[in-house]
T-cell receptor
Framework: GENVEQHPSTLSVQEGDSAVIKCTYS??????FPWYKQELGKGPQLIID?????GEKKDQRIAVTLNKTAKHFSLHITETQPEDSAVYFC?????????FGAGTTVTVRA | SAVISQKPSRDICQRGTSLTIQCQVD?????MFWYRQQPGQSLTLIAT?????????ESGFVIDKFPISRPNLTFSTLTVSNMSPEDSSIYLC?????????FGSGTRLTVV
């Protein structure tokens, strides 16, 4: 099955700085790559996604890039704010099955 | 976007008992998914539930332990049977909505 690796496991950034989380996947057939934000006590919230026919997608302060050749994709958060502090998960999908990375705990220092 | 309601939001159960978790969606969906998230861990797919057919279980999960019902296109239940402390986790319902895969807020289960 699909194997998704996510790095780093923890990330601490100063407010206003950028945060980057990277994921790699193993199955070249994966075609959908969502990112989720999970706050304490809540379910995962979809924040951005990208499909395999697109290299980059941006939504305000959040962007995702995809390199199909290298089989990796990244989440970029610019101008970080304290409310960005959460656990972020990447995922890769073949068909309807999502395989998740291990998660990155992001802490934004005020 | 699809709104998912899960009940109960949390529970503390005795070992050897069973708990049924309900998932209600505000729109009709073809597929509903059940995930487990062990403390401090990532999400693992338990099974996929389609209306009118038996659920499809992932490796390591069996129907006797996690029976699933899917009586219509907006509702599903997951039962955690004969619970042990190792079943203490967050159980999440998810659907494939137009905007992507959406998750409920989860059921936080503690088995004592």
């Amino acid at each position: 099955g699909e194997n998704v690796e996510q790095h780093p496991s923890t990330l601490s950034v100063q407010e206003g700085d950028s945060a980057v989380i990277k994921c790699t996947y193993s199955d070249s057939a994966s075609n959908y790559f969502p990112w989720y934000k999970q706050e304490l006590g809540k379910g995962p919230q979809l924040i951005i996604d990208i499909r395999s026919n697109v290299g980059e997608k941006k939504d305000q302060r959040i962007a995702v890039t995809l390199n199909k050749t290298a089989k990796h994709f990244s989440l970029h958060i610019t101008e970080t704010q304290p409310e960005d502090s959460a656990v972020y998960f990447c995922a890769a999908s073949i068909g309807y099955k999502l395989s998740f990375g291990a998660g990155t705990t992001v802490t934004v220092r005020a | 976007s699809a709104v998912i309601s899960q009940k109960p939001s949390r529970d503390i159960c005795q070992r050897g008992t069973s708990l049924t978790i309900q998932c209600q969606v505000d729109s009709q969906v073809t597929m509903m998914f059940w995930y487990r998230q062990q403390p401090g861990q990532s999400l693992t797919l338990i099974a996929t539930a389609n209306q009118g057919s038996e659920a499809t279980y992932e490796s390591g999960f069996v129907i006797d332990k996690f029976p699933i019902s899917r009586p219509n296109l907006t509702f599903s239940t997951l039962t955690v049977s004969n619970m042990s402390p190792e079943d203490s986790s967050i159980y999440l319902c998810s659907v494939d909505a137009l905007e992507g895969y959406t998750f409920g807020s989860g059921t936080r289960l503690t088995v004592v």
